[in-house]
């Protein structure tokens, strides 16, 4: 794939989002749900819970959560990304809604947080604050799960992060519950992901 050309450098707007979906130029885009996800699903599946996708993308996961009988909201800030979601979703389009993550209220209490490309789409500079949104935004004993990219080079997105720093940023809210290598990454994240769970503590 050649890549397009690009006007906006700023990934904390919506605009440079836009541009990439507008031109389908998505290489972050799984088109599917991932192995780990569907394994903790299916871990779950007596017990659904109220899921909301930061930075959804595409969204191929609210199908499958829906699917589940899970309770899911998708968000993005991207109209473009909003728009792609719900033509590929068709009716269950309406679990996705146009909004900025640092401000968007959830119709309901949420119990699970589903991270993938979210963390790293950010400028570091925003990651303290959306860890403290995670943790504003669940419960004690709620959890956010997903995949983290860990890479040494500045230049993003994706932004990696480093064990240390993640750590540091997490536990002051939240207890690692699970972490593991991912048998399914693409190729942009191929040997850098890890499926993690953090469980919210008391604070
Ligand atoms: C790299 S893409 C990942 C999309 C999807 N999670 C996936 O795995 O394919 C990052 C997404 O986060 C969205 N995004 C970035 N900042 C956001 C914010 N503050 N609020 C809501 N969405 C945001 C972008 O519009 C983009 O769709």
Redesign the pocket.
């Known amino acids: 794939m050649t890549t397009p050309t690009f006007t906006s450098r700023d990934?904390?707007a919506?605009q440079f989002?836009d541009e990439r979906?507008e031109q389908a130029f998505?290489p972050?885009?799984?088109g599917g749900v991932p192995a780990d996800l569907q394994a903790f699903v299916q871990n779950h599946a007596v017990q659904p819970l109220v899921t909301l996708?930061?930075?959804?993308?595409?969204g191929h996961e609210v199908a499958y959560l829906h699917a589940a009988g899970w309770d899911v909201t998708a968000?993005?800030?991207?109209p473009a990304?909003v728009m792609a979601a719900r033509l590929l979703l068709g009716a269950l389009g309406e679990h996705v809604c146009e909004?900025?993550?640092?401000d968007f209220i959830p119709p309901r209490a949420v119990q699970l947080i589903y991270e993938?490309?979210?963390l790293?789409?950010?400028p570091p500079r925003l990651w303290p604050q959306v860890v403290a949104r995670w943790a504003e935004l669940l419960p004690v004993g709620g959890r956010v799960a997903g995949y983290f990219f860990f890479d040494a080079s500045p230049k993003g997105?994706?932004f990696g992060i480093d064990i240390a720093q993640l750590d540091a940023l997490m536990t002051p809210y939240f207890e690692q519950i699970d972490d593991r290598s991912v048998p399914d990454s693409i190729a942009v994240f191929q040997g850098k992901e890890r499926w993690q769970v953090w469980q919210r503590r008391a604070d």
């Open positions: 990934p904390s919506p989002w979906f998505t972050w885009d799984r996708i930061p930075g959804c993308g595409l968000i993005d800030f991207s990304a909004a900025d993550f640092f993938r490309a979210f790293c789409a950010m997105p994706p």
